[in-house]
C-alpha cells in the first residue's frame, strides 16, 4: 500500500442533499484528482495497469477522481477521499493468483460413480415388478 497522497490535489464544492443551512453556506465536498501518468511512486506497468483497469474512473485529461460528501465537515470528507483513492488504486494493482488446473484423483471419480450407481440402483427399486 503505498501513500501518494502528496500527489492528491483537491477541489471543494457544496454537498447535495439534506443537512439545512450548512449545506447551502459550506463547501464541505471533497473531490480528489491524481493524475496517474505524472505519478513518481509507481513504475510504468503499474501506470498502465492502473489506467487499464480504472479507465471508467480516469477522465479524458488523465486524471483518476472521486467525490466524497458523506461527513459534514471538509476535513473528514478529506481523508476519506485518501483513504478510499489510495484503496482504489491498491485494489487495482493486486494481480491475481493464475489457476492452475487440476483433475479428479481415483478415487473422486470411483467415489462419484459409486453414488450414481446407488442412486439408480435406488431408483431402479421403485418400479413396480409383476
Not at 15 to 42: I, M, P
Not at 87 to 109: M, N, W, Y
Not at 116 to 127: A, V
Amino acid at each position: 500500500m503505498k501513500d501518494f497522497s502528496k500527489e492528491l490535489s483537491f477541489k471543494t464544492s457544496r454537498s447535495s442533499g439534506a443537512g439545512g443551512q450548512n449545506v447551502n453556506k459550506v463547501e464541505t465536498s471533497v473531490t480528489v484528482l491524481w493524475k496517474v501518468e505524472d505519478s513518481e511512486f509507481f513504475t510504468v506497468e503499474q501506470k498502465k495497469l492502473i489506467q487499464n483497469k480504472l479507465k471508467n474512473r480516469i477522465n479524458a485529461d488523465g486524471f483518476l477522481f472521486l467525490t466524497v460528501s458523506e461527513s459534514r465537515t471538509q476535513l473528514m470528507n478529506k481523508n476519506k477521499a485518501i483513504e478510499k483513492i489510495i484503496e482504489i488504486v491498491d485494489e487495482a494493482l493486486f494481480i491475481p493468483k493464475k489457476r492452475l488446473a487440476t483433475k479428479p484423483s481415483k478415487g473422486q471419480k470411483q467415489k462419484r460413480l459409486d453414488a450414481k450407481k446407488k442412486i439408480s440402483d435406488k431408483k431402479e427399486n421403485r418400479k413396480f415388478k409383476y
